[in-house]
């Protein structure tokens, strides 16, 4: 028979300091494997592509020294991470990774349905895209071509080398910037990841909405300072409404506008080409809404940038690819000219046609290679949007309309009630 | 043989050495050559009374240790050799021991007593021995009253052993019948009554029915309160650890009793002998605890549903209660404060008075303060201790808003009386109690600070003073340091108060250390976590100051070392020094490692530290040091990569800490361990894997391993996988199986206890997190094939912890992740299996609309990769 002992704590610290230093200790390890964890996870969605083509096809340089990236390598970097190794890959296939970790809109050339309640609209700042990462103490911002904009410190989550108790130093956030030259501003138009969570599998309106909420609790949107080298700024984003996109179209912002895009609500982050992202532009709302070539110039006619394949057949960047013609073999061992290279055509007086929506024919004439810096052939839409818009262009008014037409239909039509 | 037997039973206690030897070794040769015939012999001893008393004695406590171990895979052997052995031989010991109850001699049948509640701890779960009880309690009453003391005594160990559901109520309510007879008044035998009113005490948690019936509920406390009056002070004792008990167990029963229970503990607390009145107050201390518990868990909201009500004795009780209690504060013992081990009137009034200010909150305030201003200033020293102790006492409970004001006046009294109280006792409880402001009224969460720029100095001044005072005094001073600098903990990269005094305070500890008395009244220990604490909450205006300690701490430790030829008592002293050097330097590790600026600096002193590690290993023959391994865990994660170079070293004491299975702490604290290793070296760990593994495998195989390591254990797995990836593969043929079995046990934890639930979900999240890893691990390996395999056990474990309804949040966010992770990795070769179960549509979208954020999280993720896996 246990008799109880009535004895109590007296005048005694609440716990053992050892006891606080074990479970301080388990503490960081639950954290710790939460994060690799997570990690582990993130890279597995984000970096997907990059691995499956390691083993496939491409040849990747690892180089120690990274003169670029990490002035002052240190232990600490060895810790993995991958969207970082990613810039020890070289050459092209840097632009080809790069290109493929931006959503790029399909140029707007007809309006899609319910506009004015599946989509976001927002005036584009002009400027350069870039995907920025901050991570380890700094931020990197990379073009569509994968070469470094900037190398800087910032208040974005381990951004800087400064304290930030808030994470682990390696998780990543990953951020779809344009940078406005003339304010020396990051307009971010899209979050990606954020503190080592991706983003990428979240709809529109989700990362939208936690670009808008997380961004400023960093300090990131503050004016610059020692260890905040750029603002940043997430844009105004509108519901697609009548004023909504009167806004967007009309309205004053601090940044140069280059026409108008359009987000669709639902849509997760899809890198490459996606139709569920659009632009349009008109003159009112962007001084480029014609392509301009190397010199500035708004060339007389149009010119396309196809990709040569295999069997001679020039294609778009789409996936799939539509075929715009086609080199016969004997041009093509003439000129020197390989599968895969980007080449410039200038559309003739025939121009397109189109049956049934598709591609029937197209007048082009070879100019020559393209600037080699450039990574990939013009998009379907994109071609289509430039064709247009030097004979009968979508206007203001067209997008207008369809929004009117949207809510005569709800508004206007009543329920058509099956009968039995 | 019987004579031998006897012999060799009084032999085995003589008091010479070589005598004594002999005589167990041939007692332990005659188990070993014939279990039965030595149970039996032992039994025939026991119950003989020609016999010496010491050899009957002995050979009950031999019976009696045969049956039971602490150890529990020790106590499964011995229970599974008692079942085994024949019946005949069984019935006979049985019925030795039962005859033995009635021995005149005391010694004699209270061992029996015990060795028949240890066979009926065997027996009856196994339906063996039915007629046990029938058999104590079918002439009870016509036995003599030593037989009767006897068999009630063997009641309240039966009821101890044996689990309330292997006894049928019927039984149950004859137990409680004879027991509750033999503690009446009208039972004329004092020893009687005691072991009646003991064996009540373990009966107890067999009382449910009956405590359910008002009749029977009114008699039992009739009784008991009856005996809290009986005039033999062990009687009354005894009867008040019932009420204690009672007060505990069937708190919701208590209303119609409480009143005149509060009048005969009130009469018990001032009159009665001191073992009488302690058990009188802890059962309002324990009340206080029932009543803390329940508001805590409803947070003072009772709706209709509350599993039980909170009835507010404390409060109604409180004009009473508080008088009572503060008069006990004035009760002290000369002394006390040196005295480890002092239980007393006045220490357990003033722990119960704390207790009551936790229950009601601001309430007691008006109650306590005449009292301390009545006593705080009077020439006695019990009284300035008395009140001082009641201030304290009542600072954890009211609101910052009802305390700040008096606590703003009171401080300047307290570090004056720190500093000037001629009396040891008062500046003892004059410490405390600063250190209980600091704790409970300073810190961020305190919206009006009592500690500012103005009298921070002060404070500081007052304590490091203090510091040099007597041991006991010095020691609670620490303790008051520690609360102030944790108070400032959250300041971060800002400015801290305690800056400009950072390298005085440092300087002050370090000196303590240095003492010769240090070692009394725990002092060294405490100036060393307070230290830890002073440096955990320091600014970033003092990291500096913190890299010049790290030399200071190193050399000491190293000094520590250089002790040559110690004798036990001093290699003890320095292994317990050694412990709070490297706990010490843990938490520098952390500090320092943690942010990037003084991590470069600190990377110079890594070498140097690592070596000091491995020494104190060594000073070890057969144990790692367990704080030097928590130390090293916090290394690795500081320096990450870069610790391969150590572990050719190290390695051999990771491995001896993880085979530590007696002392489990320390193995917990070498697989944490492991994991650290693991995400510093990620793949470079490989070489270490094989002999990690084997011994992780072994330590999950031993049921010598107490139970709590083994879910980090599975969790490690995941940890070694994520970092060597597809190399994991080797060891999936033993992990695997390991982890199904465990996932199979861990499926069902209903009708398990809230331990049972708790450690249930501990496993299951440990396999879930080994899955992860390995899923993880191999996720892009061409090797992700060989998992392909183990995935329709894995999602049918989904779908039974899905089923069960039981999981924890944190098991919840680790099954869904898992599903993530399986559907990541095997991709479309698993989609069809992913579509089959139920956790990819009912749970994950329970999941999808959790409110936990971290769960919801994981199944955004889960979502992903399973669309992914079934759209391809």
Do not use: G
């Given at each position: 028979m246990a008799p109880p002992d009535p004895r109590r704590p007296f005048k005694r610290l609440p716990i053992s300091d050892q006891q606080k230093r074990r479970e301080l200790a388990l503490l960081r390890q639950a954290q710790s494997r939460r994060d690799s964890q997570h990690h582990a996870r993130c890279i597995a969605s984000s970096v997907l592509s990059l691995q499956n083509r390691e083993e496939s096809q491409l040849e990747i340089e690892i180089e120690e020294a990274e003169p670029e990236l990490s002035p002052k390598p240190s232990?600490?970097?060895?810790?993995?991470f991958d969207v970082l190794r990613s810039s020890k890959l070289r050459g092209p296939e840097v632009r080809q990774w790069f290109a493929r970790q931006l959503m790029l809109p399909e140029w707007m050339v007809d309006v899609p349905p319910r506009l004015n309640s599946d989509w976001y609209v927002f005036a584009r700042p002009a400027g350069k895209r870039c995907l920025l990462v901050s991570s380890n103490g700094t931020t990197v911002s990379r073009l569509r071509n994968g070469s470094i904009l900037h190398h800087f410190p910032s208040a974005l989550p381990n951004g800087a080398r400064t304290k930030d108790i808030s994470g682990p130093a390696h998780s990543f956030s990953i951020l779809d910037c344009i940078f406005h030259e003339p304010d020396q501003?990051?307009?971010?138009?899209?979050?990606?990841?954020?503190r080592g969570y991706s983003?990428?599998?979240?709809s529109a309106e989700f990362r939208f909405f936690w670009l808008n909420s997380k961004l400023a609790e960093t300090g990131a949107?503050?004016?610059?300072s020692q260890y905040h080298r750029y603002r940043f700024t997430p844009v105004l984003i509108y519901e697609c409404d009548h004023i909504g996109l009167h806004e967007a179209y009309t309205g004053a912002f601090p940044y140069t506008k280059d026409g108008l895009s359009f987000y669709n609500r639902h849509a997760h982050y899809q890198t490459g080409n996606t139709p569920l992202a659009l632009v349009w532009k008109d003159e009112n709302c962007s001084q480029y809404v014609l392509d301009t070539d190397n010199k500035g110039q708004v060339p007389a006619q149009q010119q396309v940038v196809l990709e040569l394949q295999d069997d001679g057949k020039l294609t778009t960047s789409d996936d799939p690819r539509v075929v715009c013609g086609c080199l016969d073999s004997n041009f093509m061992q003439q000129s020197g000219l390989q599968s895969g290279s980007l080449l410039r055509f200038v559309v003739g007086e025939g121009g397109f046609r189109f049956v049934d929506g598709k591609l029937e024919m197209a007048d082009i004439h070879y100019i020559g290679k393209t600037n080699r810096a450039r990574a990939f052939a013009d998009s379907y839409s994109k071609i289509l949007f430039q064709y247009t818009a030097r004979r009968s262009p979508l206007k203001i008014d067209d997008l207008v309309a369809s929004i009117s037409s949207c809510h005569s239909q709800e508004d206007g039509s009543p329920d058509v009630k099956m009968v039995l | 043989m019987a004579m031998e037997v006897t012999m060799m039973l009084l032999n085995a206690q003589a008091v010479d050495g070589t005598v004594r030897k002999h005589a167990e070794e041939s007692l332990k040769q005659f188990q070993e050559q014939n279990l039965p015939s030595f149970l039996f012999s032992l039994s025939g001893e026991l119950v003989n009374?020609?016999?010496p008393v010491d050899s009957r004695k002995l050979a009950g406590l031999i019976l009696k240790n045969a049956l039971d171990a602490k150890e529990q895979h020790r106590k499964f052997e011995l229970v599974q050799r008692w079942l085994a052995l024949d019946s005949a031989v069984k019935a006979q010991i049985k019925s030795c021991l039962l005859q033995t109850l009635?021995?005149?001699?005391h010694d004699a049948r209270s061992t029996a007593s015990q060795v028949v509640a240890k066979v009926a701890g065997i027996d009856l779960p196994h339906n063996q021995w039915p007629e046990l009880i029938g058999a104590l309690l079918s002439n009870l009453h016509q036995l003599p009253p030593h037989a009767k003391q006897a068999t009630l005594e063997t009641l309240g160990y039966l009821c101890e052993e044996v689990s309330p559901d292997v006894v049928d109520q019927d039984q149950v309510n004859k137990i409680l019948t004879a027991v509750v007879q033999g503690m009446n008044s009208s039972e004329g035998n004092i020893d009687v009554r005691l072991a009646a009113t003991r064996a009540l005490y373990n009966a107890l948690s067999f009382a449910q029915a009956n405590f359910s019936n008002d009749m029977e509920r009114d008699y039992i406390m009739r009784v008991v309160c009856e005996a809290t009056l009986s005039p033999e002070v062990k009687i009354r004792q005894a009867a008040y650890e019932c009420l204690v008990s009672i007060s505990s167990t069937y708190y919701d029963k208590l209303a119609p009793y409480i009143q005149d229970i509060f009048n005969i503990t009130a009469k018990a607390v001032k009159e009665d002998e001191e073992p009488v009145a302690l058990q009188a107050i802890e059962f309002w201390s324990s009340i206080c605890d029932e009543e803390i518990d329940i508001i805590e868990e409803y947070g003072g909201e009772f709706s209709g549903d509350s599993d039980i009500p909170c009835f507010y004795f404390i409060k109604q009780a409180l004009p009473a209660l508080v008088p009572l209690l503060l008069e006990t504060l004035l009760k002290q013992e000369e002394d006390q404060d040196q005295d480890e081990g002092a239980w007393n009137l006045a220490m357990a009034g003033g722990t119960c008075l704390g207790l009551v200010a936790r229950t009601v909150g601001d309430d007691i305030v008006p109650l306590v303060m005449p009292f301390i201003q009545e006593n705080i200033t009077k020439p006695e020293w019990r009284q300035r201790e008395a009140a001082t102790y009641a201030f304290g006492s009542i600072l954890e409970g009211p609101s910052p808003d009802k305390l700040t004001s008096i606590v703003n006046v009171a401080l300047n009294f307290m570090l004056s009386a720190l500093m000037k109280d001629p009396n040891n006792h008062v500046k003892d409880t004059t410490a405390w109690t600063l250190g209980r402001i600091f704790e409970f009224l300073h810190g961020s969460t305190v919206d009006t600070p009592i500690i500012t720029h103005a009298n921070c100095q002060q404070i500081i001044t007052v304590l490091l003073q203090s510091m040099k005072d007597a041991p006991n005094v010095a020691e609670k001073t620490c303790g008051a340091l520690y609360f102030l600098a944790q108070g400032f903990e959250d300041v971060g990269s800002s400015s801290s108060p305690l800056t400009p005094f950072f390298q005085d305070i440092v300087q002050a500890l370090l000196t303590v250390t240095h003492r010769e008395d240090a070692g009394e009244s725990r002092l060294r220990t405490a100036a060393y976590e307070t230290l830890n604490e002073v440096v955990r909450c320091s600014s970033d205006e003092t990291a500096l100051m913190v890299m010049q300690l790290v030399p200071i701490i190193m050399t000491e430790l190293h000094q520590t070392l250089e002790l040559q030829k110690l004798s036990s008592d001093e290699r003890e002293k320095q292994n317990e020094l050694q412990g709070l050097l490297c706990g010490c330097l843990q938490v520098m590790i952390q500090k320092l490692g943690g942010s990037e600026p003084t991590k470069y600096v600190f990377m110079q002193y890594v070498d140097q530290m690592m070596g000091l590690f491995l020494r104190v290993f060594a000073c070890r023959s057969a144990t790692v040091h367990e704080e030097a391994m928590l130390a090293i865990g916090a290394l690795a994660y500081a320096i990450g990569a870069d610790f391969v170079k150590y572990m050719p070293e190290f390695y051999k004491y990771l491995e001896m800490g993880l085979q530590n299975f007696e002392e489990y702490q320390v193995c917990a604290i070498t697989v944490g361990v492991v994991g650290d290793i693991c995400r510093a070296l990620e793949d470079k760990v490989l070489p270490y894997c094989d002999g990690i593994m084997t011994q992780l495998l072994k330590d999950l195989s031993s049921n010598q391993l107490h139970r709590s390591v083994k879910p980090p254990i599975f969790s490690c797995f995941g940890d070694i996988s994520l970092a060597i990836g597809e190399n994991f593969e080797k060891y999936l043929m033993y992990a695997m199986p390991m982890l199904q079995s465990a996932a199979e046990l861990s499926v069902h934890a209903s009708g398990a206890d809230d331990e049972m639930a708790e450690y249930t979900n501990l496993l299951r999240n440990g396999i879930l997190e080994a899955y992860s890893g390995i899923f993880q691990g191999f996720k892009n390996s061409p090797k992700t094939q060989l998992l392909m395999p183990f995935a329709p056990h894995i999602l049918q474990f989904l779908d039974s912890l899905y089923m069960e309804k039981d999981m924890d949040d944190v098991v919840m966010k680790t099954a869904i992740g898992v599903l993530g992770d399986l559907a990541d990795t095997l991709g479309s070769n698993a989609g069809p299996l992913i579509q089959q179960s139920v956790s990819s549509r009912d749970f994950l979208n329970e999941c999808l609309s959790s409110d936990d954020h971290l769960i919801k999280e994981s199944a955004e993720w889960a979502k992903s990769t399973i669309s992914r896996a079934i759209s391809v």
């Open positions: 232990s600490s970097n060895s810790r993995d501003t990051y307009y971010v138009i899209d979050m990606l990841c954020w983003l990428y599998d979240c949107c503050n004016p610059p | 009374e020609e016999k009635s021995s005149p001699v």
